[in-house]
């Protein structure tokens, strides 16, 4: 796993530029991506987000577009493996969320239950709460690595499956060391036995999204005297959009803080809990038309 600091100095006049313009240039894939959760086959391709302390890239051939994102920011970590993660892909460029892959899911969208020996559900980080650490985040998401969501328009439209059972697609999401690596595969245009595609060619620019889940408050429910509550998120998005004979789209949204208390057995919340912000980016990237 290459050093972050290492790689800022690399990608910081890139990261510059693409500010400037909104644009992201997409490289013409060089060499083997294997799709593994390592960015050790993206080079110095790789661009820092200072303000989310991240690394992102896209690479592209004729047939395939490649997403790499990376951080070692223990909050973002946690976010990303306890709230789920959604990539959104808008083929015309703005930031429509007409299509998107949720992974890892989040707990609310798993049902997810903690091992023996702990609460039954996931307990919110209290204000003065160092992040957890490595090794507990490395089981949590060992624990989610199988499932995951195609998400579209509206809420409801959601394709639940196992990452095996994918067509076309492919994405892994581990841990190198401390840092958190994501990595996605998607097929440009749709061909036999691959409903997912991007239906876009290489001299188009699109759109990019990231965005981490939230918490539906609705959905916790009480514990009794154990004061435990049910914490996840809704990021589902609708339209099964970029199946055959259909458009896509992509984007992020804004999200917010604040916090809430744990449910107690006789009713009412204690507060100081914190309540993360919900993590969003979202780029245009321009296409590499070949090498």
Not at 117 to 120: F, K, L, Q, V
């Given at each position: 796993m290459k050093n972050l600091t290492f790689l800022l100095i690399l990608s910081s006049l890139v990261f510059i530029n693409g500010c400037s313009n909104k644009i992201i240039q997409s490289h013409w894939k060089s060499g083997n991506i294997v799709i593994d959760g390592n960015d050790s086959d993206w080079g110095n391709t790789l661009t820092y987000n200072d303000k989310s302390n991240f690394l992102y890239g896209v690479q592209n051939d004729g047939k395939y577009?490649?997403?790499?994102?990376?951080?070692?920011d223990p909050d973002l970590e946690a976010n990303i493996i306890r709230m789920g993660l959604t990539v959104w892909f808008d083929r015309t460029g703005g930031d429509n969320q007409n299509f998107g892959i949720k992974y890892p899911l989040n707990f609310q969208d798993m049902n997810f239950q903690r091992s023996a020996?702990?609460?039954?559900q996931p307990r919110m980080r209290q204000g003065n709460e160092e992040p957890m650490g490595s090794d507990r985040l490395k089981s949590m998401l060992s624990r989610k690595q199988n499932d995951l969501e195609i998400v579209g328009r509206n809420k409801d439209d959601l394709t639940r499956m196992t990452v095996s059972e994918l067509k076309g697609i492919e994405v892994k999401m581990a841990f190198q060391n401390s840092t958190l690596v994501y990595e996605v595969k998607m097929p440009l245009n749709f061909s036999p036995g691959v409903p997912y595609a991007l239906n876009t060619d290489t001299s188009k620019t699109i759109s990019i999204g990231l965005e981490t889940g939230t918490i539906d408050l609705s959905k916790m429910k009480s514990k009794g005297d154990r004061g435990g509550s049910s914490i996840g998120?809704?990021?589902?998005?609708?339209?099964?959009?970029?199946?055959?004979?259909n458009d896509m789209g992509g984007g992020d949204?804004?999200?917010?803080?604040?916090?809430?208390?744990?449910?107690?057995g006789g009713g009412g919340y204690q507060s100081g809990a914190s309540l993360p912000s919900q993590f969003s980016f979202w780029a245009e990237v321009k296409l590499a038309s070949g090498k």
């Open positions: 577009l490649y997403l790499c994102f990376a951080t070692n020996g702990e609460e039954n998120s809704d990021n589902s998005g609708g339209d099964e959009m970029g199946t055959e004979g949204q804004g999200g917010g803080g604040g916090s809430y208390g744990r449910r107690r």
